[in-house]
T-cell receptor, first 113, second 115 residues
Framework: DTEVTQTPKHLVMGMTNKKSLKCEQH?????MYWYKQKAKKPPELMFV???????INESVPSRFSPECPNSSLLNLHLHALQPEDSALYLC????????????FGPGTRLTVT | AQSVTQLGSHVSVSEGALVLLRCNYS??????LFWYVQYPNQGLQLLLK??????LVKGINGFEAEFKKSETSFHLTKPSAHMSDAAEYFC?????????????FGKGMKLTVNP
């Protein structure tokens, strides 16, 4: 089973709201990733967690706050977002963080109003 | 830094025709290379991967790709296109084992299949 699940599927939030995106995998993978994808563009890496520790932050604004409570779960907390943050947010996981193929979830379509 | 180049943004083929999507990589060491497919409003699905074993790699849905070091290429092919192949295709590269954690994507190629 190579399934990564993400909830919610769609999210509409105002600029003053606080919301969270959730990602889960049960493949025993020890690396998890958050990507942002705008229309007609490739995914852009935001964060990498390796063995539940943040290993890469691609200079993402602090209004995005990642959390990895355990090896199967990854959250992205959102606060005071801007309309330009509207995008498809993809979660991925891999066995380890060094050179392994990544398996992606279906994404959360976020709209900031 | 590693990178991949997908020239052009759109390819259109007829159903039953050969599919050829080009990808060239730039890396100082033999990389790991991947092809992903993304259907509308969905996540990315791994089609196939090259990790320094066989140079001809077979993937899902009848796709295959050949790693050519002399040409720094990893082109994706399928002998006969099907309507269900219409999607966005991304080539991606990352480091060898113990190397970079980052998966670097090409710009993507939209494949249209005409009946």
């Amino acid at each position: 089973d190579t399934e990564v699940t993400q909830t919610p599927k769609h999210l509409v939030m105002g600029m003053t709201n606080k919301k969270s995106l959730k990602c889960e995998q049960h493949m025993g993978h020890r690396a998890m990733y958050w990507y942002k994808q705008k229309a007609k563009k490739p995914p852009e890496l935001m964060f990498v967690y390796s063995y539940e520790k943040l290993s890469i932050n691609e200079s993402v604004p602090s209004r995005f706050s990642p959390e990895c409570p355990n090896s199967s779960l990854l959250n992205l907390h959102l606060h005071a977002l801007q309309p330009e943050d509207s995008a498809l947010y993809l979660c991925a996981s891999s066995l380890t963080s060094g050179g392994r193929e990544q398996y992606f979830g279906p994404g959360t379509r976020l709209t900031v109003t | 830094a590693q990178s991949v180049t997908q020239l052009g943004s759109h390819v259109s083929v007829s159903e039953g025709a050969l599919v050829l999507l080009r990808c060239n990589y730039s890396s100082s060491v033999p990389p790991y290379l991947f092809w992903y497919v993304q259907y509308p409003n969905q996540g990315l699905q791994l089609l196939l991967k090259y990790t320094s074993a066989a140079t001809l790699v077979k993937g899902i849905n009848g796709f295959e790709a050949e790693f050519k070091k002399s040409e720094t290429s990893f082109h994706l092919t399928k002998p006969s296109a099907h309507m269900s192949d219409a999607a966005e295709y991304f080539c991606a590269v990352t480091g060898p084992q113990g190397g970079s954690e980052k998966l670097v994507f090409g710009k993507g190629m939209k494949l249209t299949v005409n009946p």
